[in-house]
C-alpha cells in the first residue's frame, strides 16, 4: 500500500515538473516595454486628428468655434479615417471621376467642394438605393424627369454620370435661390427643400450649424468636410495612393445613334468590343436593344485603346506570340542542324 502511495506521489511530481519545463521553454520572454517605447517601434497606431481651427466649404466659414461643429466634423474625420477598404476605394476612384465631375459644376457656378457630394451619396458609383435612388447623385425616378433626365425601360440617364451631374447642379441652384447659403444647400438635397424650410420657421434659425435635424441630415455636411480633409492631405491621414495605382480616367470616342439598334451586342462587336464593355462605358441603356424616337440621337461611348481590350483579343494576342516563339525556336534549330 504504501509503495504504490509513493509511486503516485512520484508521478504527480515528475508531471508537474515536466509541465513547468514545458511551459518554460516553450515561452518566449516578454520583456516589460514602457509606453513611449512601444509606442517608436509600433508600425500602425490608431490616433484621433486635432481639428484646423480654420475650416472653409464652399466658399462659407465653417464654425469650429461650436465645441459640437468640432466633435461632428472629428467624428466624421475618425469614422471615414478608419473605414480604410472604403475610403482608400473613393480616393482612387476620385482620380477617375473628379475630372469628369468638376468641368460641370464650374459650368453651373456651383462650388467645386459639393463633388464630395457625390462621394456620400453613392460612393463615386452607379449605385441603387433600398428607396430606388439610382446614380452618382441618387436622383429618384420622378425628381430625375422633373430634371430633365429621361427615364424608361429602354433608357435612364441617371447612370449618365454627365447629366445626372447637370440635373444635381440644376438642383443645387434652385435650392441656392431658395436659402442663399451652400450648407443649406446640401441639407436639403438630403431632407428636401420644404423639410429644411420648415425646420427653420419651427426653430427661429437661419444656419445649418443652429439646426436641430434628423441624424442622417446633421452628419451629411460633415461628412462632405471630413472627406474633402482626407481627399486633400491623404498621407496625413495615413493613405498612400501611388499615381499608378489610382483609377486613370476613361478615354473613349463618341459614336452618335439616330437610328434603332436592334441587337447592343452585334453593335459593340461591330465596334471591336464586348457587351460587357458597352455597357460599362454606357450604363444608362437598360436593355438588350435601343430605340430612338424620331428626330432624337444618343450618343454613346466606345471606349479606346488601352481600355477597349476584351478576353477575347487577349487570347489571339497569346496565341500570336505563342506562334512568335515556336517559329523562333524552329529557325534557331535549323541553324544549328546546318
Known sequence: ???????AIGFVLLAGTSGYLFLYLATPDVPVVHHEELKSKQHYFICD????NELVFAGEKVPVEMFYTRESIERELIVNTYLHSSTLLLLKRSHRWFPVIEPILKKYGIPEDFKFLAMI???????????????????????????DLEVNKNVDMRYNVELETEAACKYFLKAYERFQNWALVAASYNAGQRRISDLLKDQKAISYFDLLMSQETERYLFRMIA?????ENPMHYGFFISDESKYAVLDYHVVVVDKDIANLTDFAKEHGISYKLLKYYNPWLRSQKLNVPKKHSFEIKIPNPPFDM????LRLLYEQAEKQTISTEDTTNERKDI
Not at 1 to 7: A, E, H
Not at 49 to 52: E, G
Request: charged share 20%; aromatic share 12%.
Open 121 to 147: 451619396e453613392s460612393n463615386l458609383t452607379n449605385a441603387v438605393s433600398p428607396s430606388g435612388a439610382v446614380g452618382f447623385w441618387q436622383f429618384l425616378s420622378e425628381t430625375a424627369k422633373e430634371y
Open 49 to 52: 486628428f486635432d481639428i484646423p
Open 310 to 313: 476584351t478576353h477575347e483579343k
Open 1 to 7: 500500500m504504501t509503495k504504490k502511495i509513493l509511486l
Open 227 to 231: 472627406l474633402k480633409m482626407i481627399y
